[in-house]
């Protein structure tokens, strides 16, 4: 019985290889999630492996090329995408030191690779896979595909078996290559860079940048709060601070002199509940809701002339909060604090997000463009200039499919054409092409929101669902070679994986420490993002208690993502 469905169930596997697919797809999600010292593989490699166990499975299993090459293509044109604002804005400004230190580790890396494997003797694939597991960049397996694919006078079978090569070299080096960077990063490099305590050093920089949580405070510390309180009277002795007769505006502007914002909004007299104006006057016995950042209405001292009440009526106004996509050229380069003094000084900043990333912040931090800053506000005072600030990023479902299909058609298309370099045939290749437009059509979105809307959802099924639907896919094919490959060249690819991976790290990060002089939390947040491992930052601030070292990661994942890519056709070309 049990011979007779598993032969059933070959059948419709190799009839319907789609089946395999989703089989691929469901196991490698699983595993994915599997938690190991730590560590978790995440949704791509366990792909990958699912892939591999359903090709030994079931080896028979035939995809055709053009399912593999749509997955790919659609993943990186969202991957260039999510990192084009990034990738342009850390061409120029503060960002330029980290741009230095990310394209110097690409390069070196390359460089690792390529004398390990002339060391080696490996060819095109066992190097790609190298390349592509050691410096943990998935992107990598199919561009070095499609490169072999391009070579001159293989046959189809020489291409299946560099393919395969490709795959393996990747699964191995990358199981063992994030493990090792994630451990290193987060806990033996901060002490060669000298720090003895990570958690203290990001701690002081919160401090420096104006964002330090006190011990036993929850974030909410710095949340907006909103409080009724009754105007009782002055203390005595305090004259010189009269409340009573004195104006909501002359109010509000003694406390921004003292370097706090408060913010009146109601007031209830004589059991009527009006809008407070600036020339309103408040008088003993007012009821009126005051709005202020936590720490603020503290060191107000509120109590010296009124009391706390409860008053359900008061505080039931309408208080919005909005995402908006920075696009001003005016507040590109200028500080938070001031900048929202001047063009929206009655709202509140509750987070900034840079990159994917949301990052620590202060009133000194400088507005990137294309900074997604979430605000909160009355709802009339926050649409009064959304439009002051840039494009309000309201939760939709919507795509704008002719966007995003337009800008994969048009990369596919640049990709198309090629030169004769040396009797080959050299181009960007459809799937390079559709990353460099992804760049430029992400970059045109953060300058103009108002059109090529692609939420996460369907941002998430092109980038990680396309890329984990092409490694299921290259798994499934190199399945039934990949034991005979890791039983060649299993020690030794081990051995080269981790050499790939911990020598660019430990390059980048001491020239950021001599040269630069980057503080520890952030030189490590650069080492991680220029070798594109999302373990490692998530350990990194594990370790750091603090999510600081984000400040250094976002610029140099997006120049990463982009080079080690496209040192998948490089590395091909060199080895070949």
């Not at 190298?130 to 070095?144: D, K, N």
């Not at 430990?506 to 373990?535: C, D, E, Q, R, S």
């Not at 990463?560 to 040192?567: D, P, S, Y």
Request: contains cysteine; negative net charge; glycine residues 12%.
């Amino acid at each position: 019985m049990g011979v007779a469905v598993w032969h059933w169930l070959t059948e419709s596997l190799v009839a319907h290889p789609e089946i395999a697919i989703f089989l691929a797809l469901g196991l490698g999600f699983f595993i994915g999630k599997l938690k190991i010292k730590g560590i978790v593989l995440g949704p791509v490699t366990g792909t990958l492996l699912a892939g591999v166990l359903v090709g030994i499975l079931f080896k028979d299993v035939d995809i055709p090329d053009l399912v593999k090459t749509v997955a790919f293509v659609a993943f990186l044109f969202a991957l260039g995408y999510n990192v084009g604002p990034q990738f342009f804005a850390g061409l120029r400004g503060d960002g330029v030191k980290q741009v230095i230190l990310a394209v110097i580790n690409c390069l070196f890396g390359l460089g690792v690779v390529i004398v390990l494997a002339k060391l080696l003797g490996y060819g095109p694939g066992w190097g790609a896979g190298l390349l592509a597991g050691g410096l943990t960049q998935s992107a990598v397996i199919g561009v070095a595909d499609s490169a072999i694919s391009a070579l001159p006078g293989l046959s189809d079978a020489e291409i299946k078996e560099m393919e395969s090569q490709v795959a393996v070299g990747y699964a191995v080096c990358y199981l063992f290559g994030t493990a090792a960077a994630a451990f290193f990063l987060s806990t033996i490099a901060p002490r060669m860079l000298g720090s003895k305590d990570l958690a203290a050093d990001a701690h002081e920089m919160e401090k420096r940048l104006g964002v330090a949580k006190e011990p036993g405070i929850a974030p909410a510390y710095y949340s907006v709060v909103r409080r009724v309180y009754r105007v009782t009277g002055d203390r005595p002795g305090t004259e010189g601070t009269a409340i009573i007769g004195a104006s909501v505006a002359d109010l509000e502007a003694r406390a921004l002199a003292a370097g706090h914002r408060v913010m009146f909004h109601d007031l209830r007299r004589g059991g009527r509940v009006e809008p407070v104006e600036p020339a309103t006057v408040l008088q003993r016995g007012d009821l009126v809701t005051l709005a202020a950042r936590r720490p603020d209405l503290v060191a107000l001292d509120v109590d010296r002339w009124a009391e706390e009440v409860d008053d359900e009526q008061l505080l039931d106004y309408q208080v919005e909060t909005l995402a908006i996509v920075i696009t001003k050229k005016e507040l590109a380069g200028a500080k938070i604090g001031p900048a929202f003094a001047e063009h929206a000084p009655r709202l509140f900043v509750t987070k900034v997000v840079r990159g994917g990333q949301e990052i620590p912040w202060s009133d000194e931090t400088v507005i990137h463009r294309g900074d997604e800053i979430t605000v909160q506000g009355g709802k009339e005072e926050v649409e009064a200039v959304v439009g002051d600030l840039g494009y309000p990023n309201r939760a939709s479902d919507a795509t704008d499919m002719s966007y995003v299909g337009m800008g994969i058609v048009l990369g596919a298309l640049i990709g198309v054409p090629t030169i004769a370099v040396a009797g080959a045939d050299i181009g960007l290749t459809t799937s390079g092409g559709a990353l460099i437009m992804g760049l430029v059509f992400g970059w045109l979105r953060a300058k103009s929101p108002t059109f090529g809307q692609f939420p996460p959802a369907a941002n998430w099924m092109l980038s990680t669902g396309g890329l984990c639907m092409f490694v299921g896919i290259v798994g499934i094919m190199a399945g039934p070679d990949f034991v005979s490959g890791v039983k060649s060249e299993g020690l030794s690819l081990v051995f080269a994986g981790l050499v790939v991976t911990l020598l660019p790290m430990l390059l980048t990060m001491y020239l950021g420490k001599w040269i630069f002089k980057i503080p520890v939390p952030v030189n490590l947040g650069i080492v991680a993002g220029a070798n594109t491992t999302t373990a490692s930052i998530g350990a990194i601030t594990d370790s750091a208690k603090s999510q600081v070292p984000v400040l250094g990661y976002t610029i140099p994942y997006a120049i990463g993502n982009v080079l080690l890519t496209i040192w998948g056709a490089v590395i091909v070309a060199v080895l070949a």
